[in-house]
């Protein structure tokens, strides 16, 4: 256990302190990593020869452009107080900005307009033949990704491979994607829409912040898009701490004129990568519900499911329910679900949009999976914010009062250390609860909210890395 601590100023006081922290994180990364395995059985498929595994290394070389670049943010911001990290600089199509949310059980990245799927595209050839990617060893199109703990693939092999002899004798498992949940799009009634690829130049008063303590990622933006109507707008998106299955997404919209909108509620089957479809639904009835669900690749007998329930601030200005598919921006994959609402608004005045999601997966929950995920996203609505932020907040701090590290006079090692934790923590739970409830799986290289390195544990890519 790490006990807190304080940096006195110093260098070789820090540089001893550096030294210590880096071997303590080590220490805990390995503690991971020898824990209990989460590797699937692998399902029975047709594997590729050692000689053909071994050719297709020089036959599958990377992508000869990886066609992005690091833009860094011209004005970090960080509150030492609340530890929390923030920006006024709107950084779009750049994976490197993209904020997400986990605790411990899954997780999900998003655009960082506050919500919304993203897939990386080439800025200078938006439709053309090069396009960003994730690199090895799938090579696949980068995205905001979100999974579950545990869940993954099972297929004959990757499209790149350091270790053919070992596929050879079993195939390969790869991390898969859940459809994506972290989207609530407001459409004007000229059709602008708000969400990735929205215009830069419609935007206006931008700040992102993410919490290191809690991980609630909150944006706040003035959106001015065709018309006469401004809109003030503000993101909240949470993974609860207490809640294993429950994810939150709350839109606040103030505008300038009274105005109808549309409200699109999506579950992005884009983002459920390397899965197959299990089914989707819209409920009828007042809980406003719809839901996806998927199986993984090679694994027919695991699946996932994401319920979504959308509540109002006020239900008597939203009408309309209606499958959201008629709008041109929402996905034809066919994990894909949607609902839409019109809601009448009224200028200079509040109006709240709270979206409860539900996430399960039957390796945690192998009874009644759909049930469950259904489940806690009713309950989660019953609860409401206060409840949900407050259960949040006190897991959290449970968590920091057995152990944390302050750096009292160095503000770069503190955002160091506390991001590193936070990370760290945001993909373990406590081993208490269900199996495979995210306390016996190791951590993958991205966390639950990235698919790079097709999701290999940190010990396979030091070995990679050789």
């Known amino acids: 256990m790490v006990r807190s601590f304080k940096v006195l100023r110093h260098r070789k006081t820090l540089a001893a302190m550096r030294a210590v922290t880096q071997f303590t994180l080590s220490l805990s990364l390995f503690s991971a990593i020898l824990g209990p395995s989460n590797a699937f059985p692998w399902s029975k498929l047709v594997k590729d020869s050692l ?12 992508p000869a452009e990886n066609v ?12 030492n107080k609340t530890f929390t990290l923030y920006t006024t600089q709107l950084v779009q199509n750049h994976f490197q900005h993209t904020p997400y949310v986990a605790n411990g059980y899954f997780g999900q990245r998003f655009g960082a307009e506050g919500h919304g799927f993203q897939q990386d595209y080439n800025d200078t050839d938006p439709d053309g033949p090069i396009q960003p990617v994730n690199g090895w060893p799938l090579d696949n199109r980068r995205v905001t990704f979100g999974t579950i703990s545990g869940f993954w693939n099972s297929q004959p092999n990757t499209t790149r491979t350091n270790f053919p002899e070992l596929a050879a004798q079993g195939g390969e498992s790869v991390i898969a994607g859940i ?6 799009y407001l459409v004007t009634p000229q059709g602008d829409t708000y ?11 931008y700040k992102q912040s993410m919490s290191l303590k809690n991980g609630v990622v909150t944006t706040s933006v003035t959106w001015a898009p065709e018309g006469d109507c401004i809109y003030n707008l503000t993101y909240t998106v ?39 479809p299990a089914g989707t639904g819209m409920e009828s009835g007042a809980e406003n519900i719809i839901w996806s669900g998927v199986h993984p690749y090679g694994l027919p007998d695991i699946t996932a499911y994401v319920y979504s329930t959308v509540k109002f601030s006020d239900s008597n200005k939203a009408s309309s329910r209606a499958s959201g598919e008629s709008f041109n921006f929402v996905s034809t994959n066919v994990s894909t679900v949607s ?4 809601a009448s608004l009224k200028g200079g005045e509040k109006f709240s949009v709270f979206k409860y999601v539900g ?53 770069e090692l ?15 739970r406590s081993g208490k609860g269900p199996k495979r409830l995210g306390s016996d799986a190791s951590i993958p290289v991205g966390g639950l909210s990235g698919d790079s390195y097709a999701g290999c544990k940190l010990i396979y890519c030091l070995l990679c890395s050789r």
């Open 51 to 62: 000689q053909i595994l071994e050719s297709r290394q020089v036959e599958n070389p990377p």
């Open 68 to 79: 992005w670049t690091d833009q860094p943010l011209e004005t970090p911001h960080w509150d």
């Open 179 to 184: 459809p994506h949940w972290a989207s609530l």
């Open 195 to 205: 969400g990735p690829r929205v215009s830069n130049s419609t935007i206006s008063n």
């Open 238 to 276: 949470m993974a609860s701490r207490f809640r294993a299955t429950v994810g939150y997404i709350q839109l606040d919209i103030v505008p300038s004129h009274d105005v109808e909108v549309s409200l699109l509620d999506i579950l992005d089957g884009r983002g459920a990568l390397r899965t197959w």
């Open 339 to 342: 609902q839409s609402f019109k």
């Open 359 to 411: 996430i399960a997966s039957s390796e945690a929950f192998p009874d009644d999976t759909d049930v469950v995920a259904r489940t806690a996203a009713l309950a989660a609505a019953d609860a409401g914010l206060e409840q949900l932020l407050t259960e949040h907040n006190e897991s959290w701090d449970d968590i920091w009062e057995d152990g944390s590290i302050l750096a009292e006079y160095d503000e």
């Open 414 to 428: 503190q955002i160091s250390l506390q991001a590193t934790l936070f990370h760290l923590l945001s993909a373990v």
